[in-house]
């Protein structure tokens, strides 16, 4: 089984903000026990008298305001959202990350976090698809952070299964998406970091986190199909989702 692990990062109703990022990596069944092991060691390492009660979630960390997070100086809360990206990094070669940044005014009657789900289902599906085409024929499983979405986005993924997307019907996935506390979950966790990381980078121009993993979005015969920029204020958008989709090109660093 290939899991895909999904955390959004942003608000669809914060107004001072304008993107909302949907976004997690995938993971086969047997690395989410060495994704667990990597981040309660990097607990440990950090809050060695109770590693288990540290949550990785990105924006407190840099925020600050929460054990262990505001006893740290400000470079080192920086530098531990970074050796959590860093995992992902240096994960499996099988692992892909996936994200979707959606233009929040670009599309004023539509949900920007609905809109963003349909477009990582479809992709993780056309990964799926390939590697039922390479000789792997396992399905998929969405794994995601719970919250208010969860039976709107269950409903849609029944729908993609039987009516499909705007991109034809899903084939390849295994059930309707689970939701799980992120508390107890680190692979959320990893999620909500690469969200934050792309979040960072479509808000604030703040390519710091994102360089870590900009190499680890899905690709295939040198077009990337992992990372998503929804937005319709630019057509000429020079950000590497955008140049990609329009030429094919291959994905860089430098987004």
């Not at 440990?44 to 006893?71: I, N, Y």
């Not at 670009?106 to 479809?122: G, I, V």
């Not at 952070?145 to 993609?160: G, H, K, P, V």
């Not at 692979?187 to 986190?209: C, K, M, N, P």
């Amino acid at each position: 089984m290939h899991l895909l692990y999904l955390d959004d990062s942003g608000s669809a109703q914060n107004k001072s903000e304008s993107y909302l990022v949907l976004g997690g990596l995938t993971l086969f069944g047997r690395q989410v026990h060495w994704v667990t092991s990597e981040l309660d060691a990097l607990a440990t390492k950090l809050l060695p008298t109770d590693p288990q009660s540290v949550e990785f979630h990105a924006s407190e960390m840099f925020a600050g305001r929460e054990v262990p997070w505001k006893d740290m100086t400000k470079e080192a809360r920086r530098e531990a959202i970074k050796d959590v990206l860093r995992i992902a990094a240096r994960s499996h070669v099988s692992t892909r990350i996936f994200a979707c940044a959606v233009h929040k005014s670009s599309f004023p009657n539509q949900d920007p976090m609905q809109l963003a789900f349909e477009e990582l289902c479809s992709r993780f599906d056309l990964r799926l698809k390939r590697l039922y085409a390479e000789n792997d024929p396992q399905r998929g499983l969405i794994i995601l952070d719970e919250s208010s979405y969860e039976t709107s986005l269950q409903s849609m993924a029944r729908d993609f299964r039987s009516l499909g997307t705007r991109w034809g019907v899903l084939r390849n996935l295994a059930d309707i998406p689970l939701f799980v506390d992120s508390r107890a979950c680190r692979a959320v966790q990893l999620a909500d970091h690469i969200a934050y990381a792309v979040f960072r980078r479509y808000e604030s121009g703040d390519t710091s986190y994102f360089d870590i993993i900009a190499s680890r979005f899905d690709e295939d015969d040198n077009r990337v199909h992992g990372l998503v920029h929804k937005q319709l204020v630019d057509p000429r958008c020079m950000r590497v989702a955008c140049v990609a989709r329009r030429s094919g090109a291959n994905y860089g660093s430098s987004p």
